[in-house]
């Protein structure tokens, strides 16, 4: 049995049928389309599906897609990331720094990372592997991915806010 539900995208508004026991990441990338949250292990173990709710880092595959919807959530994925036509600091920061290899965890990896300097501007290197920690990278060392999380920060500094 389907259920329709409204989901609130990267600031647009969706109304789409799922099965009850769908996820969000499943709604995501079934209904919606957006590609971006990676379906990896189905089990909360590598972030590959991180989204942002109302902010918050949440593992997409763990979460039923009704109760985001019944909530009234925001929900932000790498395609909502950028803003205005400007990629947002973290993706340019990741870019620049060569952070990320095959791309499959890039998508939950920045935006945990953007989650972490909404809340931290100037993320110490203890805060940046909490913020990290449940999103796995089998290709780098991480060296990078914490090079481009201090860069983004150093880059919001040097902008004006908007």
Not at 23 to 49: P, V
Not at 77 to 85: Q, R, V
Request: charged share 25%; net charge negative.
């Amino acid at each position: 049995m389907k259920v329709l539900v409204s989901l609130k995208v990267n600031g647009d508004t969706h109304e789409v049928a799922v099965p009850a026991h769908w996820t969000l990441l499943e709604a995501l990338r079934y209904e919606l389309r957006l590609t971006g949250s990676k379906q990896g292990c189905d089990k909360g173990d590598c972030g590959a599906c991180t989204v942002l709710i109302d902010g918050a880092p949440t593992l997409a595959c763990l979460t039923l897609a009704v109760a985001v919807a019944a909530r009234d959530r925001d929900i932000t994925t790498i395609e909502g990331l950028a803003c205005k036509g400007r990629l947002d600091p973290v993706q340019d920061a990741f870019d620049e720094c060569g952070a990320l290899q095959c791309g499959f965890c890039q998508s939950g990896v920045m935006l945990s990372a953007r989650a972490l300097l909404n809340e931290d501007p100037d993320p110490s290197d203890d805060a940046m592997k909490e913020a990290l920690s449940g999103n796995l990278c089998r290709c780098t060392g991480y060296t990078k991915i914490f090079d481009a999380v201090r860069r983004a920060a150093e880059l919001e500094k040097a902008s004006p806010a908007e």
